[in-house]
């Protein structure tokens, strides 16, 4: 229970901060990050429309030069989509 309350804490966090109006910020980001923390976003979502996933990452998953919040909202417009 406290495991979950803890990815709970996260989500929200993480909807909060997707929320928010956004300045554009460049930084190196995981791309393998960014998809995790997407798909913790859309999980329960994919799980009701009978999406499954298969993850996986390669070990030379790079780091790139990117927006956070742009790369996130690309990778959950395809996930969303993906049904």
């Given at each position: ?20 109006r ?21 999980y ?6 009978n ?33």
């Amino acid at each position: 229970m406290e495991r979950e309350l803890e990815r709970m804490a996260g989500l929200v966090g993480n909807l909060l901060q997707f929320s928010r109006r956004h300045v554009q910020q460049i930084s190196s980001i995981s791309v393998a990050e960014e998809i995790e923390n997407t798909l913790e976003l859309v999980y329960y979502y994919l799980r009701k429309h009978n999406v499954r996933l298969k993850k996986e990452f390669g070990s030379d998953v790079p780091m790139v030069l990117a927006d956070r919040a742009q790369m996130r909202q690309v990778f959950l417009n395809l996930f969303t989509n993906a049904e």
